[in-house]
């Protein structure tokens, strides 16, 4: 059953972006699929606009930009992991999802598995195979540089779904604030 919810994206810098703006643009129009933004879902939780912007505001203070390592293209039956780019789960992005689960007030059960879709369409295993082996990545590291809530319903399965979706708040992440120790060493007292 679906239901409505709130997903929080980490949003790709540019150029890393732009590379994969394009590259799902140029496999939606190839396979007739829904074109989407860049982005590695954080956290899927409850319809809460009244939490939304507040959770975002204190997880892109308290996160600064974050670095993922990607691992590899995959694909799988999933709707919105047809084609995908596999990332290692770090440090930085497991508290980024305690973050913004605790500012949001939510007990969901989402469980992050870094990941940022290329497609979202029904396709036959060899067809996804295929086209993951034929997908060649110019970087292996993407920096992170923004966080956005994003109105959806829950599970996303269909191409409609997508069409949907629609961006509530978005928010840039900055650098933390340098702790007391952090500020002398840099100073060069330490």
Same mark, same amino acid.
């Not at 596999?86 to 007030?105: G, P, V």
């Not at 923004?146 to 269909?158: E, H, L, M, Y």
């Given at each position: 059953m679906k239901k409505p919810a709130m997903t929080y994206w980490l949003i790709p810098a540019k150029p890393a972006y732009s590379f994969f703006q394009?590259? /799902?643009? #140029?496999? !939606?129009?190839?396979?007739?699929?829904?074109?989407? $933004? =860049? +982005?590695?879902?954080?956290?899927?939780?409850?319809?809460?606009?009244?939490?939304?912007?507040?959770?975002?505001?204190?997880?892109?203070?308290?996160?600064?930009?974050?670095?993922?390592?990607?691992?590899?293209?995959s694909h799988s039956s999933e709707f919105t992991k047809?084609?995908?780019?596999?990332?290692?789960?770090?440090?930085?992005?497991?508290?980024?999802?305690?973050? /913004?689960? #605790?500012? !949001?007030?939510?007990?969901?059960?989402?469980?992050? $598995? =870094? +990941?940022?879709?290329?497609l979202y369409k029904k396709m036959s295993p060899a067809a996804r195979r295929e086209l993951a082996n034929s997908i060649k990545l110019p970087f292996s590291l993407v920096?992170?540089?923004?966080?956005?809530?994003?109105?959806?319903?829950?599970?996303?399965?269909?191409?409609a779904d997508v069409e949907a979706w629609r961006v509530v708040a978005g928010k840039r992440c900055s650098m933390p604030p340098l702790q007391f120790d952090d500020a002398v060493r840099f100073s060069g007292f330490l």
């Open positions: 394009n590259l /799902i643009n #140029d496999l !939606a129009r190839r396979y007739d699929a829904p074109v989407f $933004e =860049p +982005h590695m879902t954080i956290h899927v939780g409850l319809h809460r606009f009244d939490v939304a912007e507040k959770a975002i505001a204190k997880a892109a203070a308290c996160s600064g930009r974050i670095e993922a390592k990607m691992l590899e293209i047809t084609l995908f780019v596999q990332f290692r789960l770090n440090a930085k992005l497991s508290r980024l999802n305690e973050i /913004i689960r #605790d500012a !949001a007030q939510d007990s969901s059960d989402y469980q992050l $598995e =870094p +990941h940022l879709s290329l920096v992170f540089d923004s966080i956005k809530v994003v109105r959806c319903v829950s599970p996303t399965q269909s191409r």
